[in-house]
């Protein structure tokens, strides 16, 4: 991405901050950020990012496309607002959860929403968290992340990981294609030297790779393998 297509942080923080009025009844939609950024996810969610346009929204809401431009200054602007709409506000949290707990059921939420918006795991990550949901989404999960006893930067740092993880292999989920992955362990059983690959060797021919289609256990183990890393380093700072 060149550095003329990126959207700049504070005009991002503006399109998503700023309040909007309620819409006035009228023949065709009224106009404003709220109904193109709508507009612009059912696009995305029925069709693929490959078919967002700024025409296409604005044929869709029956305007011109540089009546959108009053609104979203550039396509990678539009990007960024429908991505943290598109995000909503995360699941309230149960106190009675312990926080492994609450930081699986945030890894479930977030999984199925990727499933429910699937270009989501393709938009480019220009900045940080700066819209109120993707924000709403990171304090969600820094706040059993705190319970557990990090802080500062090992804080943030387990937080990255959690959430770029889940989004990558979301994105591979997505983009694996179903009978390919079917037939990856017998291609790999029957092209693999053991003497070369003897521990790739050894799952193909155990049928390991039978359902490699299924990204979802790959995401527990190693996420269940994560917070037992996490719990032991901070009962260690405790000590």
């Not at 696009?43 to 011109?64: C, F, H, N, V």
């Not at 700066?130 to 304090?139: D, F, S």
């Amino acid at each position: 991405m060149k550095p003329s297509d990126r959207a700049d942080p504070l005009t991002i923080s503006g399109l998503l901050w700023r309040p909007e009025a309620a819409p006035a009844k009228a023949e065709r939609p009224r106009l404003g950020i709220s109904s193109i950024l709508a507009t612009a996810i059912a696009i995305a969610d029925a069709e693929g990012l490959e078919s967002l346009s700024m025409q296409r929204i604005a044929s869709e809401l029956d305007y011109t496309p540089m009546a959108l431009y009053r609104y979203v200054p550039s396509k990678a602007h539009l990007l960024a607002a429908m991505t943290d709409a598109a995000y909503g506000r995360p699941p309230v949290a149960s106190r009675r959860q312990s926080w492994r707990a609450e930081v699986e059921s945030w890894v479930i939420a977030l999984w199925r929403l990727y499933g429910r918006h699937p270009w989501l795991v393709k938009t480019p990550t220009t900045t940080p968290p700066i819209g109120p949901n993707a924000l709403a989404w990171t304090e969600a999960l820094l706040r059993p992340l705190v319970r557990a006893g990090l802080s500062g930067g090992d804080l943030l740092a387990a937080a990255t990981f959690v959430s770029s993880a889940l989004r990558d292999l979301a994105r591979i989920a997505s983009e694996l294609n179903p009978a390919a992955a079917a037939d990856y362990g017998r291609v790999l059983a029957e092209r693999l030297d053991p003497k070369q690959f003897p521990i790739m060797a050894e799952l193909a021919a155990s049928a390991t790779f039978d359902n490699d289609e299924d990204v979802a256990p790959m995401v527990w183990f190693g996420l269940r393998r994560l917070l037992d890393g996490i719990d032991a380093y901070a009962k260690g700072l405790r000590t």
